[in-house]
């Protein structure tokens, strides 16, 4: 009998194949809804934004100082002051030949002024200003339409709203948008052993701590989370809760028992009410991944270990719920970092190792492990701020071997 490791186990899914199957069975919902901005965060846009004015619409000042013409600066200057432009408040008149304003940060530019002298170059003498110069046309000046032009193209539909991207919409004076439908999904575990935080354990149980974490990270995605908590390990309730989450969801997300234990139920129940599109990938941790659908729900099985299922949630789910959404998701950065202790590594499964990388003396970048690898220890996932991409074919890593990674602190996991 042939004895494989689970590193060499025949028949794994490269990621990269699984993922692009995954992906390009998927298709973005189509209804969209007017939101105003303030309910605007996290959505996703339905369609172009374009700038219905110039930005700035008004040549303005970018420093607090003195708005004067460029020509009249030379070593001799002597300005007389004859008005303020204040922010909201411009200045009335125009600047004739030896005449400078006082000006504030974004006031408006007078009429005849072509360009600002900050207060810290002018000396002031009872209403006469002694500007230092050279000073070019121009200076210190933001012209109109200088960040965008009306008409311009300023977002994709597929964009993200995030905190910056309100900004800029709420600088257009756009009062609503047109979004995506927010995705709904159905979210469950499996296993007779877990129990909801707060329960007391009786021997061999677990606390559902996937659950949690996923609902949590889909929250953060702005989706609707419908939680069907724990199902037991009995098919005939595991298949109720599937085709009642597929009638209710737009996909439905599980964690356990998609492995190959007795009491694993998922995957059986997923052929009987579904259709699986792949099962087990070449990937360390989340070998046992799930990929199907449910009628037109599409089904994700996570792995039941903690580090697992948010490794495969990060890779493969968030990715998929993306172009379920309509979101235009962009490549993730890869950087490229030196080991500064070695990682074991078997070849044959694409390994997303946990770590933590920092800037060294040198300016390079550095990374060490975040503690146990084992899929199982969650601990070592919290203090990581990176995912190492250890190739397939790659064995041991040696310290000072350089390593490919993804920055993972500060997103929503």
Partial sequence: MAIHDCDSQPG?????DARHEMLSRLEAITDSTPVSLEQALNRILADDIHSPLDVPSFANSAMDGYALRAADVTDEAALTLVGTSLAGHPFNGSIGPGECVRI?????????????????????EHNIIYPRGPVTEGRHVRLPAEDLAQGERVFAA????NARVLSVLSSLGLEQVYVQRQLTVALLS???????????????DIYDSNRIGVGAMLERLGIRVLDYGIIQDDPALIRQAFIKAATEADALITSGGVSVGDADYT????EEVGRIGFWKLAIKPGKPFAFGHINNCPFFGLPGNPVSAAVTFHLLVRPALATLAGETLKPTPLLQAKALMPFKKSPGRMDFQRGTVSTQADGSLGVVAAGAQSSAVFSAMAEANCLLHLEQDRGNVSEGDMVTLELIDGLYW
């Fill in 104 to 124: 504030m940060t974004g006031a408006a530019l007078p009429l005849g002024a072509d360009a600002v002298v900050m207060q810290e170059n002018c000396r002031s």
């Fill in 158 to 161: 597929g964009t993200r709203i």
């Fill in 190 to 204: 499996t296993g007779d052993e877990l129990k909801s935080p707060g329960e007391l354990l009786a021997p061999g």
């Fill in 12 to 16: 794994l899914r490269p990621y990269l």
């Fill in 267 to 270: 995957k059986q129940v997923l």
